[in-house]
């Protein structure tokens, strides 16, 4: 016997999966069942039904060819079946020798020599029939489904024993007729055949609803309970200074106005209006918890640089986040170009910190920021590293919000210096602990705005719901994935236009080494197939007129042709010649990015993309989040198919940016089963029949029904684990209504129920 028990691979597995506790474990709810109650003669089956059989083996065979397998002959007494195994184990040819019986579960294929199965699930012949439905379970490779079963039905028993599955609201509130959190569980983890398994596939059933239910109440019961909380404490009130006097370039005027002079640009009606919001609050003494949202490429940064303005103005620091390198560092550049200036004046700085940067810089940017020379910080969630020390953090601003965990966020607020003896108006008892920092969350993934104002009680919403001014809009194409020669021509018009394009290669599922291979696989294959195109040099080398360039360009290749229509032999040589005599051209580069690259390697790819140094960028999905390189024109996205609706449109927004007409093509691949799922299609289909961003985010809540499982890695993750808020919208009113009144009239209930919610998963509640 061992003295200290090791967990087992499965122990750790579990774990790993988030399954630690009874309650854990109850609420891992099946994503499918199997229908072992029954054995079905051969003689009743029906071609492509999934079946259980229970036969004598009665022939093996090991073949090499076509492919090695295991090769079954195998009867019920009355008929015959085939039965293949790929890759099978040489144990496992011994379990199956002729004359075992043995039961086999899959889909029977009828066809000229009889039934066929392959790869069916292999049990027992003497066990006796389950009674109820078998769950699947999502699980890992290291946790066989026997294992996580056995688990899950122990943690619910065990949960059960514990009472942790008993009521706690009191039923006459809720709907009529609703089911028992303990009967729903029990019935989810086995259902009977005769159970309405539409119900169950679509979620509906009433034991999805008390699901549902609950952790809808929870989630306002939380949220709830942060916006009471946050009442309590107070912020710092900034102090508005006069703008109305022109900008003088020093530091007498606001860097407000200063910063409204250097940009290049109006605002927008949507922009002047958020201002306007997140200013008013700012102003007020109870911290701000304001949810920006705008689609992707409608002007939120200026938003920021502009509260960010404010902050600094009134005398206090602000620390912008973002969740990628690439991004915060895009960040910093455009912040550092439009405040730095008028910093300077002030012998003030914007400052840059990351995880990754030199210690010497890094140290430099801490003592900066500790002695508040560093008035507006920029970076990565190093920013919320306990190293860090700020003067007077007032305003914090989260972009892309939804990739910080509740963790980050909670750092990001306790970041405030306590102890400063004139925060704000100090109001009566209120002690310098609870005050907190400005939130300002930014989110490139709108949710309808209805939706938005129920579901996050606790925050306040701003939308940008107009784009600025002058975007061509991007045509959307569907390409079949065999038509790759086509898109090559289609690039190579735009190389030689002078713009540069994008190539997205999907994750793939469960493998991030495969993502790798198949993005270096790309990127070989573009360099080698663009690599001798002579192209116009872009950027710093550009020649000084380059619409010129581009109007001469055009009249050779004979305007600007979509997807169908490339292939032009005769275009292309002409078109290079005439770059060639025109001006300095270079060859076409193609660079690679993907995540698991070192941020400072990424940097320099990007760097190089932006500046033109590199005309053709393959990337995984990282350059997902808000990059800026308005040169670029045409998107590629492959299979686009195993994107999320949200995300395709998120990548489509990378172009469209400058004044070039802009594409995005979608190449799919029909795959092994030789058609698109239906939410596949209809995501694409709503990809070309949309850019609204809202309209977009409304079809990917509808299309993202149940079964969407793998889709979470691709998709984002979801909002909630059980409740869909649009589908269930009716049960998102009733705990909309419901949680306030429990949090008055009996505290106590409702802490239980949070509590029982918020021990299984805190991020799903509190979002
Ligand atoms: P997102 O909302 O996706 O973060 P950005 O803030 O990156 O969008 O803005 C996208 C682009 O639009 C940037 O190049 C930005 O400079 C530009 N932009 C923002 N506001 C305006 C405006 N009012 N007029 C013209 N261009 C604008
Ligand atoms: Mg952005």
């Known amino acids: 016997m061992e003295n200290k028990k090791q967990p087992s691979p499965a122990q750790s597995a579990l774990h790993k999966l988030g399954l630690v506790t009874p309650l854990d474990l109850a609420l891992h709810i099946p994503f499918r069942y199997e229908d072992e109650t029954q054995l079905v003669p051969l003689s009743k089956v029906r071609d492509g039904q999934v079946v259980q059989i229970e036969v004598t083996i009665t022939h093996q065979e090991m073949l090499s060819k076509p492919r090695r397998q295991l090769k079954l002959e195998v009867s019920d007494g009355n008929q015959a079946c085939t039965v293949r195994f790929f890759n099978a184990y040489p144990s496992m040819a011994k379990q199956l020798s002729p004359g075992t019986r043995v039961r086999l579960r899959g889909e029977v294929r009828g066809g000229m020599f009889g039934w066929t199965m392959m790869h069916p699930s292999v049990s027992r012949a003497d066990a006796p029939l389950s009674k109820n439905l078998t769950p699947i379970y999502a699980t890992t490779a290291a946790l066989p489904q026997t294992y996580i079963r056995k688990a899950v039905l122990g943690g619910l028993s065990r949960a059960i024993e514990l009472g942790q599955l008993e009521p706690t609201i009191d039923p006459t ?214 190293q860090v020390i700020f003067k007077n953090l007032a305003l914090a601003i989260i972009d892309e919000q939804h990739r910080f965990g509740v963790a980050q966020r909670l750092a990001l607020r306790q970041k405030l210096a306590i102890d400063d003896p004139d925060l704000g108006t100090p109001g009566e008892g209120s002690s310098a602990r609870s005050v907190e920092p400005h939130m300002l969350m930014m989110s490139a993934t709108p949710i309808p705005r209805t939706l938005a104002m129920s579901y996050f009680a606790d925050l306040d919403v701003s939308t940008l719901d107009e784009l600025p001014p002058g975007r061509t809009p991007v045509v959307t194409k569907l390409l079949s994935d065999n038509r790759r020669s086509e898109l090559i021509a289609r690039i190579k018009d735009q190389l030689r236009l002078g713009q540069q394009v994008y190539w997205v290669c999907p994750l793939i599922e469960e493998s991030e080494s495969l993502d790798l291979t198949n993005a270096t696989q790309t990127h070989l294959e573009l360099q080698e197939a663009l690599g001798s195109l002579a192209v116009p040099l872009l950027g710093s080398a550009r020649p000084p007129d380059p619409s010129a360039l581009e109007v001469h360009l055009r009249s050779h290749v004979q305007g600007d042709a979509g997807v169908d229509d490339v292939a032009r032999p005769g275009a292309e040589d002409a078109a290079m010649e005439s770059i060639e005599h025109f001006t300095q051209s270079a060859r076409v580069q193609v660079g690679l990015l993907h995540s698991r690259m070192p941020e400072h390697e990424k940097k320099e790819v990007m760097q190089a993309f932006k500046s033109g140094a590199l005309h053709v960028l393959v990337s995984t999905t990282v350059i997902e989040v808000g990059v800026d390189v308005p040169n670029a024109s045409l998107m590629v996205i492959e299979h686009a198919e195993r994107f999320g609706l949200s995300q395709l449109h998120q990548l489509r927004g990378r172009v469209g940016r400058g004044r070039a007409a802009s594409a995005c093509v979608l190449l799919y691949s029909l795959g092994e089963h030789g058609r698109l799922s239906d939410t596949a299609q209809a995501r694409l289909k709503a990809m070309i029949q949309t850019q609204d961003g809202f309209e977009i985010a409304k079809r990917d809540l509808e299309i993202r029904g149940p079964g969407e499982f793998l889709g979470a890695r691709q998709s984002g993750a979801a909002l909630m684990r059980f409740a869909d808020p649009l589908q269930d919208f009716f049960l998102l009113e009733w705990a909309q209504g419901l949680a306030p009144k429990l949090w008055e009239h009996d505290p106590q209930t409702a802490q239980a129920h949070l509590e029982r919610w918020q021990s299984v998963r805190a991020e799903y509640l509190k979002a």
């Open 173 to 386: 509130f809720e709907p009529s007729g609703m089911m028992s959190l303990k009967d729903a569980l029990v019935f989810l983890h086995g259902p009977s055949p005769r159970a309405d398994m539409r119900a169950l596939e679509h979620r509906t059933h009433d034991a999805w609803v008390r699901l549902k239910a609950d952790e809808l109440l929870a989630q306002q019961l939380s949220q709830l309970k942060a916006r009471n909380a946050r009442a309590q404490t107070r912020a710092v009130q900034l102090k508005p200074k006069p703008q109305n006097e022109p900008d003088k370039g020093d530091a007498s005027s606001s860097v407000v106005s200063a910063l409204r002079a250097v940009l290049p640009f109006e605002l927008t009606r949507a922009q002047t209006r958020v201002v306007r919001e997140i200013e008013q609050d700012l102003f007020k003494s109870i911290p701000m918890h304001r949810l920006l949202q705008g689609d992707v490429g409608s002007g939120k940064t200026v938003v920021a640089a502009l509260a960010a303005a404010q902050c600094v103005d009134a005398g206090w620091q602000c620390a912008l986040m973002a969740p990628t390198e690439i991004l915060a560092h895009q960040h910093f550049e455009k912040l550092f170009d439009w405040l730095q200036p008028c910093l300077s004046a002030r012998g003030l700085k914007v400052a840059w910190l990351t995880g990754s940067q030199k210690k010497k810089d890094k140290l430099l940017a801490l003592a900066d920021i500790e002695s508040g020379v560093a008035a507006l910080v920029i970076g990565t969630h190093a920013v919320i590293q306990e």
